[in-house]
């Protein structure tokens, strides 16, 4: 069984390596903000699957859905961000 919770930490792991390459070369914002979501999202999962490895899932869970709630804070910060500012300021600005 830990050899299973082992292999899927690193899968979770390799994924996150993945969406942090769109972090760091994704084309636009936008791009970005879904990396760090995705990120956030496998993050959450690591953690639950953490919790169920050291058979502490409550407190897991607990740190797990604060986490969310932070994500899901960030995301709409940086949405109404770029809803007020948007990336096209950028274009207008050069020309």
């Known amino acids: 069984m830990s050899n299973f919770f082992i292999f899927v930490l690193l899968t979770l792991t390799t994924l996150m390596l993945v969406y942090f390459y769109r972090v760091v070369r994704g084309p636009s914002v936008y791009d970005r903000v ?9 993050a959450i999962v690591l953690l639950v699957l953490l919790g169920t490895m050291f058979e502490r899932v409550d407190m897991f869970v607990d740190i797990s859905t604060g986490y969310a709630l932070l994500n899901l804070v960030g995301a709409l910060a940086i949405a109404k961000f770029l809803e007020e500012h948007g990336e096209d300021e950028k274009e207008v600005k050069q020309k």
């Open 34 to 42: 879904l990396g760090l979501n995705g990120i956030s999202t496998k």
